[in-house]
């Protein structure tokens, strides 16, 4: 099939990949128009030019034939750009003949997501990669959003404590949320995700990069079994070293009994109780409570009720009960060695006064401890974990 170019002259088109075709059907796509004779391709020679081409054809005897000159065909700029810039990269700026498929592609910076290609304003494609055939210049938009993530608060304990800060966030943002405690009862714990801590801070700050479910963590005070010590039923007392190992900055103590506050006792200080030298603590129904005043926390909340329980208590251990703590001699001079047995090593050894206070403590570095009690005259209980043995000190 011969194909007529514009000019009348019969030939073939030469396709961009150098192949000839007669197909009127793809002759848009040519590069080259090269005349023939009897519909036989001929030998041509080809100069490209700023503005056109020019082909000189001639017949199998080398004899000129045409001489033909032919335009490159129209081209047209595609350009690309992101918005924002650095919401994403995009591929795609080049320059494209007239009717050639243009491919362009956008690819979204992390904690950005791809919206879409406009033009002018106008919406074009919702696909992050975009073809179509070029038939004019183009300046597409990629446009890109930052990702939003929900930030969850919650409080295990609502009577306690509240957690404030949750709300829908932007990728990136820098976040604050709050754990206040609102009943002097209770105490701020940690921070937790997915039962793991996060922080122990009550103001918790990070940076905003998926969904984040926290929950503040509270508990109530219970002073009773960690911080109290009751000696031979007659003495309650505080640990104040445990008390200042776990951050309690105590100042002061309140005693009750029977929810009544008792404002004089017979010990040296606020520190421990008694309701008398040679008195017993009162078994139930009586029960007994204080209330701690810190430096850091304030007042806190008055504890459960400390029941003594005859069968329960722990008692007044003699010095002959060597299943326990053995202490010899007993009576033991001012000043003097006393040996103790009967103690663990690596714990602690207190040694408490007849008001309750505690007077000396002694890290045990063996299982038999040797040391001076230089210690006024009197009557002394000498305790190792929860064994306590009766020392008596004389001149």
Known sequence: MDVINKTGLKGFYILEDHSPTSDPDISSNFTTFIPAIDNQLITYSVEYFTSYIHVQAADSAGNLSAVYSLSPPDSYNISVSA??????????NDTYFCNDTAIVKAIPNEGYIFENWTEDGIEVSINTVYSFIVTEDRTLVANFTLNTY???????LEVCGTAAGEGTYNYGDYVTVVATTIDTCCVFINWTEDGIEVSTDAVYSFTVTKDRTLVANFDTLNFIDTYTIIICDKIILLNLRKLAEDGYEVTGCKWFKNGIEVTKTPTKDEFSYSEDFDKLLEPAPTYYMYQLITRNYGVLCPTEKIIISRNKA???LDAENSSNLLAYPNPVPSGSLLTLEGVVKDSSIYVYNHLGACVRSINATADIMTFTLDL????????????VVRVVIVK
């Open 83 to 92: 918005n924002p810039p650095e919401g994403g990269t995009v591929i795609g």
């Open 150 to 156: 929900n930030i969850t608060v919650l409080s295990n």
């Open 314 to 316: 722990s008692g007044c």
């Open 376 to 387: 006024p005259q009197g009557i002394y209980l000498i305790r190792a974990e929860d064994k």
